[in-house]
């Protein structure tokens, strides 16, 4: 393909991605208000679930072809870029005030979502049909309480009677369209930037190695980038913020969940020291929400600067492979 070609490819697929978020996080708050729960769930559900989409579609695919270590590698990169680059970045964008109630089930849930992943990745070196069956039962346990909550929990309560008045006029069918011609677009622009820049770095004499750590590693997170972006222009915070915190669990309870049924995974050349920087940001982001209760552009500037570190070391440190390196 021409290089001008995929120039015009990565352009179409980033528009797309502009206008997917866009309409997302306004068909996502839309839909929240019209069926009755506040934005942070349907944050945590709906749009965390659309944008999770790719990376489903990746380590499914990758499972089918018994390539379970680029599973493994694929969700455990996203949960870190979530947390280190999306919500960096859109810390800088706005700083991200902290729902209180994530502090009940959402956050202890994301840190042992992925302290579950580290230790049957570690000790385990990957993970079977037995692990991806408890994986879909704990997702399933987390959807039903989570939406217990939205119905039954005071603060939540007091979340959507404040929100009530800010409700745009728009049905929750029309909401609903609209927040699944988003995800769809969301995709398609991610699949279209990644597939251009990818052709692109070929045609450039980029190494397969340097496009496979940067290009598409970000390019499933593509998504989650641009959402979080237009949720913190918009105001929108709790989508924001619930878009990567229940991306982090849909990655780990339903994609590993899935996937090893299909065929086991093994963690392969995922190291101890990749699964501890999920866990680590983790931690991280739990301080950060729990002190001020509010993401700054402070602490913003240090998830990304983390990422960075993080991109900087996988690019140019050598990996003797091993689960323990």
Request: charged share 10%.
């Amino acid at each position: 393909m021409h290089p001008v070609w995929s120039l015009l490819l990565g352009v179409a697929g980033g528009v797309l991605l502009c206008f997917g978020a866009d309409c997302l996080v306004r068909g996502g708050a839309a839909l929240a208000r019209a069926v009755g729960v506040p934005t942070l769930v349907i944050g945590l559900t709906v749009v965390a679930f659309g944008t999770s989409a790719p990376e489903l579609v990746v380590s499914i695919d990758a499972a089918w072809r018994g390539s379970g270590e680029i599973s493994i590698g694929n969700v455990v990169g996203s949960n870190i870029c979530n947390i280190a680059l999306i919500l960096g970045v859109s810390a800088l964008v706005r700083p991200l005030p902290v729902n209180k109630s994530l502090f009940k089930l959402d956050l202890p849930m994301m840190i042992a979502s992925a302290l579950l992943l580290a230790l049957w990745g570690i000790l385990r070196g990957g993970i079977t049909s037995v692990g991806g069956v408890l994986f879909c039962v704990l997702l399933a346990a987390y959807l039903v309480r989570r939406f217990y909550n939205a119905r039954h929990d005071p603060a939540e309560a007091a979340a959507l009677s404040a929100e009530a008045g800010e409700a745009p006029n728009m049905r929750w069918y029309a909401a609903a369209a609209l927040t699944l011609l988003a995800i769809v677009m969301l995709i398609s622009g991610g699949k279209l930037f990644v597939n251009g820049a990818v052709t692109a770095a070929r045609l450039l004499k980029v190494s397969e190695a340097v496009i496979g750590l940067t290009v598409v590693a970000l390019g499933t997170s593509l998504p989650e980038l641009a959402t979080g972006v237009a949720a913190a222009l918009r105001g929108e915070c709790d989508i924001a913020v619930g878009n990567v915190i229940g991306s982090n669990l849909f990655n780990v309870l339903c994609i590993l969940g899935i996937s090893p049924l299909v065929s086991p995974l093994r963690s392969g050349d995922v190291t101890f020291f990749d699964f501890g920087m999920m866990v680590g940001c983790s931690l991280l982001l739990y301080v950060m929400m729990l002190t001020g209760r509010v993401i700054s552009r402070r602490e913003g500037g240090v998830l990304l600067a983390i990422y960075v570190l993080y991109v900087v070391k996988l690019a140019f440190l050598p990996r003797w492979g091993g689960v323990w390196q």
